[in-house]
């Protein structure tokens, strides 16, 4: 079983900052990629970043492409996600996942995503 927390969420003005970490235990392994998705309340869940086990390819949604960077750092089983340029509709709750793939495809499906974090709320006031 693996299990993952998010932290870092929280309430900031329009165009600023928050950078949100996902703490990884459990039967964790550095060989799966990992992803943040966000569901605001009313829509579905949504992809929003994955990044591969080492780090060295990313993808990204076009809503967040140029203003969300996701990392990781395996030494300490933790995934980033710096967000920047903050807009109303980034409000939601964001939540990390492990793939369930062993392969080093990224995939922007929630189906592809075998464990998931309860969520960090993330509320962006104009």
């Known amino acids: 079983q693996v299990q993952l927390v998010e932290s870092g969420g929280g309430l900031v003005q329009a165009g600023g900052s928050l950078r949100l970490s996902c703490a990884a235990s459990?039967?964790?392994?550095?060989?799966?990629?990992m992803a943040w998705f966000r569901q605001a309340p009313g829509k579905e869940r949504e992809f929003v970043a994955a990044t591969s086990w080492s780090g060295g390819s990313t993808y990204y949604a076009d809503s967040v492409k140029g203003r969300f960077t996701i990392s990781r750092d395996n030494a300490k089983n933790t995934v980033s996600l710096q967000m920047s340029s903050l807009k109303p509709e980034d409000t939601a709750v964001y939540v990390c996942?492990?793939?369930?793939?062993?392969?080093?495809?990224?995939?922007?499906?929630?189906?592809?995503?075998?464990?998931w974090g309860q969520g960090t709320q993330v509320t962006v006031s104009s």
């Open positions: 459990g039967r964790t392994s550095s060989t799966y990629a």
């Open positions: 996942a492990q793939s369930r793939y062993m392969n080093p495809t990224l995939y922007s499906g929630s189906s592809s995503y075998a464990y």
